[in-house]
């Protein structure tokens, strides 16, 4: 005989499909949950990518802005002040290397330099040498030019194989006598004239070597050229005016 208070058939599914929807639903919200908190996480984690985007992108800006800014820096000292800095080192070189000619001019002032003048031996007396040149011109009273010092330049041998002697005056007032008096007596000893020439700084001596050849074309033009030292300047004279070599 069947139990009347067994449970029916369909009052068991319902009771199983209401455990698995209870189930279903706590899977349901425990998913939710779950996925609320990874979105958060992602959120947050977005927020964070984009803040140090934004702060990427300032740093960017502000790199942009050194580099402007340290480009025109150059450019300025590269058009203004690498410029200006180069003519006041030139100019400074100038000043030191005219005091220098000053100086070196000082100390010369009082020698002259003879060239051409014939040299028998190397133990000759070089001051016995060259007042036998002065006794050769008009110069008064010779035996009165004291001479500080004569001697030959240790340079290599000259066109007539004779070194220049270079003499040291006491008194000025000698050194001009002598190189006024070998000018006007025009000496020519073994065939070549003897000169004096005053005392210069190597620079000088060049630049006066290289004048000669010009006064010699401006002569033979017909003109009145001459070479004088001017402070430290080795200048040619036309008429008694500076001869601009530009002209």
């Given amino acids: 005989m069947a139990n009347n208070n067994a449970p029916s ?72 002040i690498v410029p200006k800095i180069k003519t006041e080192l030139m100019e400074k070189i100038d000043a030191l290397n005219k005091c220098r000619l000053e100086t070196e001019l000082y100390s010369k002032k009082s020698n002259l330099l003879f060239f051409n003048v014939p040299q028998s031996t190397e133990s000759e007396d070089s001051e016995d040498v060259l007042r036998d040149v002065l006794s050769k011109t008009k110069i008064p009273s010779q035996q009165d030019i004291i001479f500080s010092n004569v001697h030959r330049l240790p340079t290599r041998a000259h066109t007539n194989n004779s070194k220049p002697i270079i003499a040291k005056f006491v008194r000025m007032r000698d050194r001009e006598m002598v190189l006024n008096g070998i000018t006007e007596a025009e000496i020519s000893l073994q065939g070549k004239r003897v000169i004096a020439v005053p005392h210069l700084p190597a620079p000088m001596q060049e630049e006066r070597k290289r004048l000669m050849t010009i006064r010699k074309k401006l002569r033979a033009e017909g003109k009145d050229a001459k070479i004088r030292v001017t402070g430290t300047k080795v200048l040619i004279f036309v008429n008694n005016v500076v001869w601009n070599e530009t002209e």
């Avoid at 984690?45 to 802005?65: A, M």
């Fill in 9 to 80: 058939t369909s009052t068991l599914e319902q009771s199983i499909a209401s455990i698995d929807m209870v189930k279903l639903y706590t899977m349901l919200s425990k998913m939710d949950i779950d996925m609320k908190t990874r979105f958060d996480g992602l959120s947050r984690q977005l927020c964070d990518v984009q803040k140090e985007i934004k702060t990427i992108k300032h740093d960017v800006e502000e790199l942009d802005r050194g580099l402007k800014y340290a480009d025109e820096e150059i450019t300025e000292l590269k058009e203004e």
